[in-house]
Each structure stands twice: as structure tokens, then as C-alpha cells.
């Protein structure tokens, strides 16, 4: 048996307005014109890059400027948000942007904090730089498989100020640790007026026998975007994720699942709050993955006084947000707290980024003081008041104080004179010796340093002895 199969007819009918006679020459037309702007187009980018090269080294003032260090992922420019912006009427804002993956830090005693991040030019990779004075961190510290715990640290060993704070940060490196403050929340407000859910904590799956109730989340690790999160309908299931558990080496949580209506987000940022509800598109139960609907909604006097308690948490959080589950019953269940990584959503995210620069401006304004400018010799400010001397010490200047000891040993003895004149001295003779005296130690204190040093202060010692009637 043969099977024959007939090649169908390849006749085509061009269309009266386009006829396959000028098809050719259009497409041609059409390649030339592509080869034109694809040359335009190159040596305009070659332009815009190289005046971008320049502006970004135009900037900022290289003399008069504070570092602000973002570390967040790159699809939001966080430069826009401080550019023009200045701290003490003319120190600039220079932005530092990168990935916790993509920093390195050092840190001592000697060169203080050093922050080095790679930076793609022309198709090569350049190391850059920089030491923060400032840093606004909008990423997790943890998720599955990451930790930069370690760059914390190095962060913390110089004190930079930052928001969140990095002890706040450091706290946020656990859920179960998180939780267990929660639970110290609800113990003084009472479960009614702040409905933390149910959980129970397993430290590794040895503990993991039977949960009391099904179905059940489960939580694996310490992990955010619906990861290490699955649902337990009964037992066999339960020990199917346990199992799991034993693999990762790592501790467990388990929460009574919610047939949810929506997820409601309460949302704080220094002062202004702002709540969302999100609601899955896809009929998931994790309405953080997949498609979903946000709407704004109102923080009422309720989530208000949530999230402010909240907010107090590790000597306080600039930026946070509360995670809450609604029921279908219309019963509230609150499960999670978002630090300054938290996801910005609905219609506002551009102006909640403005409240955020705001915000980290202020703290700029308030922790980065610019450095007292070293402008006085030594002779110079021998002849100085007390506050300039003070104004230099103030600055962290060694050699100011140093100053400042040189020069009041040489003008201690005329202020002692001073005071002794007022007090006890009333003839004229006297007087005239004080003034005297005044000028000597005037002219000793503009000299600074003489080589006859040591018959000076005889001179000076002859003169006391004249006017206090003491002939040794």
C-alpha cells in the first residue's frame, strides 16, 4: 500500500493596492531607510551615553557632598528621587545604588567603611568606591537560598545611620523571631484587639508528629513571594512536607489555612498611612503569586492603632506594613510584618517613593554634618577667643586641640592678672605695671614660639613678684 500525498497549489493573489511587482522595490525602500536610522540611531546613543558619562560625573559636587547608599534591585532609579535636592544649603546628594548580591564592605578602624560595587561600562566591568553616610535599604536581608547577613554586619561595625535601621534589619532576619514579638504585642492589647494568628513553631522535623487541625499552611524556613509555603489537607501530607523539612535542615511553622476573601495591607511610611486589599485573579490561595487586583482602601482607627504598635518594634521602624487575612466569615487574621523591603502597591507607589526621599533627606539632613573647615594657623589663633577654639575641637580635630592648649598656656597668666587687677591692685603705679604686663604677654601670645622662651617667663615671673609684693 502507497500513500501519495498532493502538494497543494502555491498560486497567490496579490491584493489590487499592493501589487507584487512594487512589493520589491518597497522592501527594499523600507531596508535602505532601516540602515540609515540604525547608523542615526548608533552614533545618537554613542552621543546620549557619552553626555550621560558626563553628567553623571557633573552631578554632584566632588568637594561638597554626602553619600547615600540604596541598596535595592535596579528597576526602580532612586537617583531621580534626590536629584537637585541639598543638605545644609550646598552639599549635594551623590546616590550610591546597588543589589545586596553585587556589594562587598570593609570595615576598620583606620580607614573606617569602605563599600565596593561593580558598575558595567562600555561592555567592561569597573569596581566602584564609595564611603556611605547614609543608607535606605529595600531589600531582604534573607530569602530561600540568600543571606547577607554577613554585609549587614560589616554596615553595622561603622554605625552608618540608615532606614530601617540596621538593628531593625538585623531582627527581621527570622519570621519566628518577628512573630514572637507579635505575640508580646497581642499579650498587652489582648487577642481581640490585635488578632495575631494561631501558630506553631517546630525547630526542626523531629518535633513534626501531627498538627491539631487540617488543612494547614506550612512555612518552611524563612522565605518571601509565596516560597517554602504549601498546604497540608491531612496527615499524610503533613509528613510528606515534613520529610522535606529534614532535607533543608531548617526550622518549620504551621498556620490554620483561612478560606480568604482577600488579603488587606496596612501600610506606613514615617507618617502617612495607607491601606490596599488584594485580591487573587487566578483563584490561588497565595494571592502574593500570580495575577491579582489591588484596590485602595481606608485605615481606619483600628489598623491604625495595628501598625502603630507595630512601628515601635526594634527601637522603631520608619517603614512597615501588616499583612492581614480577611475570611469569608469577615474575621481579621493578622500573619505578617514587612519591613522597609516591603512591596509598594496600587496607584501610589511613585508618590510613596517621593515620601520615602522625603524622609531619608530629613535623616541626611539631621545625621550627616559637614566637616568644620581647618582654615586657622597656630599663631593665628593664639590671639582667638575661647568659642573658636571650641568650634575646631568640635570638628574631631586633633590638631585644634592641640591649639588650644598651646594657646591658653600662654595667655592664662594675663587673664590671672586681669583678675587680680580688678580685685586687689588700685594705686596707678600698679596699674601701669598691669598694663605692662598686658602687653608683654600680648606680644608673647602673637609671638607663639620665641627662642628665648625661658627668659620670658622670668620676666613675667619678676613682674608677678612686683605687683604681689613678693621679692624671691
Not at 536581608?141 to 560589616?154: H, M, P, S, T, V
Not at 523531629?206 to 491531612?234: D, R
Not at 599663631?379 to 568640635?394: D, F, H, V, W
Request: hydrophobic letters at 35%; one cysteine or more.
Amino acid at each position: 500500500m502507497s500513500l501519495s500525498f498532493n502538494k497543494p497549489s502555491s498560486k497567490t493573489i496579490s491584493a489590487p493596492t499592493s501589487p507584487a511587482k512594487t512589493r520589491e522595490s518597497l522592501l527594499q525602500r523600507v531596508q535602505s531607510l532601516t540602515g540609515v536610522a540604525r547608523d542615526q540611531g548608533a552614533s545618537l546613543i554613542g552621543a546620549v551615553t557619552q553626555s550621560a558619562s558626563s553628567v553623571r560625573q557633573q552631578a554632584y559636587n566632588k568637594d561638597k557632598h554626602f553619600t547615600l547608599l540604596v541598596i535595592d534591585d535596579p528597576q526602580t532609579d532612586w537617583t531621580k528621587y534626590f536629584r537637585g535636592r541639598k543638605l545644609h544649603g550646598d552639599y549635594d546628594i551623590r546616590v550610591e545604588q546597588a543589589q545586596f548580591k553585587d556589594i562587598s564592605v570593609t570595615c576598620s578602624l583606620q580607614e573606617g567603611l569602605v563599600v565596593s560595587t561593580p558598575v558595567y561600562r562600555t561592555g567592561s566591568k569597573v569596581i566602584r568606591v564609595f564611603r556611605p553616610n547614609f543608607i535606605l535599604v529595600r531589600q531582604n536581608l534573607r530569602d530561600a537560598g540568600e543571606n547577607y547577613k554577613n554585609i549587614l554586619f560589616g554596615l553595622m561595625y561603622a554605625g552608618v545611620p540608615s532606614i530601617n535601621s540596621l538593628n531593625a534589619i538585623y531582627n527581621f532576619q527570622d519570621k519566628p523571631w518577628v512573630y514572637a514579638h507579635l505575640l508580646g504585642i497581642q499579650k498587652r492589647l489582648g487577642k481581640d484587639n490585635f488578632p495575631l494568628i494561631e501558630q506553631t513553631y517546630y525547630p526542626s522535623n523531629k518535633e513534626m508528629m501531627n498538627s491539631p487541625k487540617y488543612p494547614v499552611v506550612f512555612k518552611v524556613g524563612h522565605a518571601h513571594g509565596g516560597l517554602g509555603k504549601a498546604k497540608a489537607e491531612n496527615n499524610v501530607e503533613f509528613q510528606d512536607l515534613a520529610s522535606m523539612v529534614a532535607v533543608s535542615c531548617t526550622y518549620a511553622t504551621t498556620e490554620p489555612f483561612i478560606d480568604s476573601k482577600y488579603d488587606l495591607h496596612i501600610q506606613k511610611i514615617g507618617s502617612n498611612y495607607r491601606a490596599f486589599t488584594r485580591r487573587s485573579l487566578t483563584g490561588c490561595w497565595k494571592t502574593n503569586t500570580g495575577s491579582s487586583i489591588v484596590e485602595t482602601a481606608t485605615v481606619s482607627d483600628r489598623h491604625k492603632l495595628w501598625i502603630d504598635e507595630v512601628s515601635e518594634l526594634f527601637g522603631g521602624l520608619d517603614i512597615c506594613a501588616l499583612e492581614i487575612v480577611v475570611g469569608k466569615d469577615g474575621r481579621e487574621h493578622i500573619i505578617e510584618v514587612n519591613d522597609s523591603a516591603l512591596t509598594l502597591m496600587g496607584d501610589t507607589q511613585e508618590e510613596d517613593k517621593r515620601i520615602v526621599a522625603e524622609m531619608v533627606i530629613q535623616r541626611m539632613q539631621m545625621y550627616c554634618r559637614p566637616p568644620l573647615v581647618k582654615s586657622m594657623s597656630r599663631s593665628s589663633l593664639s590671639g582667638q577667643s575661647q568659642p573658636a577654639y571650641a568650634a575646631a575641637t568640635a570638628a574631631g580635630d586633633d590638631e585644634g586641640e592641640e591649639r588650644q592648649q598651646t594657646s591658653s598656656s600662654v595667655t592664662q597668666p594675663s587673664r590671672r592678672d586681669s583678675e587680680t587687677s580688678q580685685a586687689s591692685i588700685s594705686s596707678q603705679p600698679q596699674q601701669a605695671q598691669h598694663r605692662t604686663l598686658g602687653r608683654q604677654s600680648s606680644q608673647t601670645g602673637s609671638i607663639g614660639s620665641v627662642e628665648d622662651y625661658e627668659d620670658t617667663m622670668k620676666n613675667l615671673r619678676k613682674t608677678f613678684a612686683g605687683i604681689f609684693g613678693d621679692d624671691k
